[in-house]
């Protein structure tokens, strides 16, 4: 068998998030304890709550630092097992990390079924966590609904890729928000949105303004901060605001300072905050929902997918910064 | 009989109100048309939102200058009518503004039934549109349940001095915010409240958190600005903040900066704005609940009431710079 490999935090970021703040390093392959698992990695996932966790261990809100292994949602096949539930070649969700081989408490672990036609790695999409969140956000949070107006930001990402499509299929007209007229003529011609606004623009509240005439009900928030800020000033009454991420403001320094505030009360708007794991009893309808969707082809699932573990901390660098479409993972061979 | 008198503006406030930005007028009584009814006004109310207006006013939002009568809910007495649904004497709640005598239409008035041991004036505070605001945001939004902690800002206010009372009724524990020492002790000593926390003082931010050790599941929320920040901050996971007014931010210059607004993802908080008039359809079930506590004994109805509408003016200053407690009215004599 062949040794572990792994991508261990080298430093914590001050400023921007490099590659350099993180280093491979080979280590012993794990041995499961009596009641663990050892899985070997096929996809890493790579997700924007793991810079909000640095910027948490920053602020010494969370304990990681410099030498610990990156933590993160693995999707691979079980190798060994010392717990009665699982056998080897079942392929099962996890908690694995940054890393080629896991050996994880099988309470932690999740059998998954294959989909025909699709690789593994659709248990970290539109059947994961980015999924779930969307549809908590769409269906549960905002309640979308038939003729209604949403925006949602990031809408090229894992995440907003995923809640435009949905909002779209329930019968929103659903406008977009990316960084980039690449990325944005994307999630038009390719996501099937009704229109996408570039957030790097210079003129970007002036846009949003104009390709919303008519306001908005509806708005699924990935990104926070002067995106957010532009958007307050576009709900209509009675508005609702999902709000599923900050990514805007993950970084050191003054927190934003929000402007538009005042809209919540002038439009009598509520805005919810939600994660995923608050609402474990969902999660299951969510699923049902999402693998019938997934069926009938309602999705277009954006991948970016990088290979190799040693392209890990690139990777997130380029996921970070708004580079690559959809759900970002790591083949990890 | 008389001639009506006429509290106008004379200037909109580009900074702080003052009382030399009214004028006083007589002018001859109003006649009142086929469907109209005369009435004489015996209470005034002055409100906080005459404030936003007359910010909107100066930002061309609403359609008020120099010259025009200002607005406002009164409570009186029917001296002639021309609909047969109205007779003299009857007593009745309109919207007769800063004047004696007003000429209203039938349909915007409503006729109020005595309570008996109390002035008109429980019609434009318990029973009135402070008292069904307060019981919109603790009962309809916040939804408040016994063993809950509860922040009201504004606590003296018209509106706080009843939201608090009703939480600490409905078995939360409640914490007031209110400007001064001597307006905090009466918070805590006439209206029950667990606590109660001064703004002014340099150390607010740190006394909330004293405060508050536990944090907070419910929020009622009129002032805003540096008051909501702090507030934010001391929320508990799932929080509701029920925004009912922002009185902190309504001035000209730019709009307050909200630092601590990531709150409401990482405490997955519920925020939302509220308006009276949006809810109409629970007014009734409102005032029953209302009319039931005012009876049991429930509120300590704080007044301060400034005699003849040539005393509006400066009443209404000595609001909105926080003198006087409670629901603030003018006696029209």
Redo the contacts between chains.
């Keep these: 068998m062949d040794q572990n490999l792994q991508v261990r935090l080298r430093s914590l970021p001050l400023e921007a998030v490099e590659a350099a703040q993180f280093e491979l390093r080979s280590a012993p392959l794990p041995t499961p304890a009596p009641g663990e698992v050892l899985v070997r990695a096929h996809y890493l996932s790579l997700d924007p709550y793991m810079r909000k966790r640095l910027a948490d261990a920053v602020q010494g809100r969370v304990a990681l630092a410099p030498g610990d292994l990156m933590m993160g949602r693995t999707v691979g096949e079980v190798v060994e097992s010392r717990d009665p539930g699982f056998r080897p070649g079942e392929a099962v969700l996890g908690w694995g990390g940054w890393q080629r081989y896991a050996a994880e408490p099988a309470g932690r672990l999740e059998k998954v079924a294959p989909v025909a036609g699709l690789p593994l790695s659709v248990h970290l999409g539109v059947l994961g966590r980015p999924g779930i969140t969307a549809w908590l956000g769409v269906v549960h949070v905002a309640k979308v609904q038939a003729g209604e107006r949403m925006v949602v930001s990031s809408a090229a990402g894992a995440v907003g890729s995923l809640a435009g499509q949905m909002g779209r299929h329930l019968g929103a007209q659903v406008t977009g928000i990316a960084g980039g007229t690449r990325k944005c003529r994307a999630v038009v011609e390719e996501l099937g949105l009704h229109a996408c606004m570039d957030y790097k623009s210079p003129s970007f509240v002036q846009d949003l303004q104009e390709a919303t005439p008519q306001g908005l009900e509806v708005c699924f928030e990935n990104v926070?901060a002067a995106v957010l800020d532009a958007t307050f000033d576009r709900m209509n009454?009675?508005g609702r605001i999902a709000?599923?991420?900050?990514l805007g403001?993950y970084h050191s320094g003054?927190?934003?300072?929000?402007?538009?505030?005042?809209?919540?009360?002038?439009?009598?708007?509520?805005?919810?905050?939600?994660?995923i794991d608050?609402h474990p009893q969902l999660h299951e309808r969510a699923r049902a929902d999402l693998r019938a969707w997934l069926q009938a082809g309602v999705f277009r699932q954006w991948e970016t997918v990088s290979q190799g573990l040693e392209s890990a901390p690139a990777a997130f660098v380029a996921m970070l910064e708004g580079r690559g479409q959809g759900k970002t993972l790591v083949q990890v061979t």
């Design positions: 926070g009454e009675n709000v599923c991420g900050l403001q003054p927190p934003y300072a929000y402007r538009n505030f005042a809209r919540v009360l002038d439009r009598a708007l509520q805005v919810t905050g939600f994660r608050a």
